[in-house]
């Protein structure tokens, strides 16, 4: 059963620039979830998409943006890159047994690694 | 506000140590509490607990919840170098996973 797969895995982009990243998720998962980690932050949640639907979102700045598609391919676009968006972007799916029973674990991606110069 | 809060941030321990990771939260609608071992990238899973009470083991790494006083410990014995490692602990809420900053654990020779 392949895993959750990221891609590009490094990138490097200018200031102002934007970038789109892309999560395929383990088949079957619906549940594509985005975090940012840095060093001095941790692991952020950016946000959570559910059957094509944002569901939840974190305390990001309206540059960060995502969608998904009907296969559950998640995309996310930063756009007017700024030097802290550097960062591993990590990209999990969720298999969600339904209502009240919750989801199980989230399995990760290896990341792409975004640097902003 | 939801939180997760893990303690140590870091930890410096030798082979053959036992260490002890410390894992709080305030998550309202709590469904599970998970450890995740993240050594370069992606984090791994390690556990996922939902029970008080009840340990769960693998090999020298075991987890324990207790769901009234709100936190999770995980213990490793006999430490190895390839233990070093940051140790993620994550809860899920109704629709949402809240992660803690980590511990840093290295494990020297």
């Not at chain 1, 974190?58 to 540059?63: H, I």
């Not at chain 1, 700024?82 to 009240?100: F, H, I, K, P, Q």
Request: contains cysteine.
């Amino acid at each position: 059963k392949a895993g959750v797969t990221q891609t590009p895995r490094y990138l490097i982009k200018t200031r102002g620039q934007q970038v789109t990243l892309s999560c395929s998720p383990i088949s079957g998962h619906r549940s594509v979830s985005w975090y940012q980690q840095t060093p001095g932050q941790g692991l952020q949640f950016l946000f959570e998409y559910f059957s094509e639907t944002q569901r939840n979102k974190g305390n990001f700045p309206g540059r960060f943006s995502g969608r998904q598609f009907s296969n559950s391919r998640s995309e996310m676009n930063v756009s007017t890159l700024e030097l802290g968006d550097s960062a591993l972007y990590l990209c999990a799916s969720s298999l969600v047994r339904g209502t009240g029973a919750g989801y199980t674990e989230a399995f990760f991606g290896q990341g792409t690694r975004l640097t902003v110069v | 506000e939801d939180k997760v809060v893990q303690s140590p941030l870091s930890l410096v321990v030798h082979e053959g140590d036992t260490v002890t990771l410390n894992c709080s939260y305030e998550v309202t609608n709590f469904r599970s509490l998970l450890w995740y071992k993240q050594e370069k990238k992606a984090p791994t899973f390690l556990f996922m607990l939902t029970s008080s009470g009840i340990e769960k083991k693998s090999g020298r790494l075991s987890s324990i919840l207790d769901k009234k006083e709100l936190f999770s410990i995980l213990n490793i014995t006999a430490t190895q170098t390839g233990d070093s490692a940051i140790y993620l602990c994550a809860v899920m809420g109704f629709n949402k996973f809240y992660f803690g900053s980590g511990t840093k654990l290295n494990v020297k020779p």
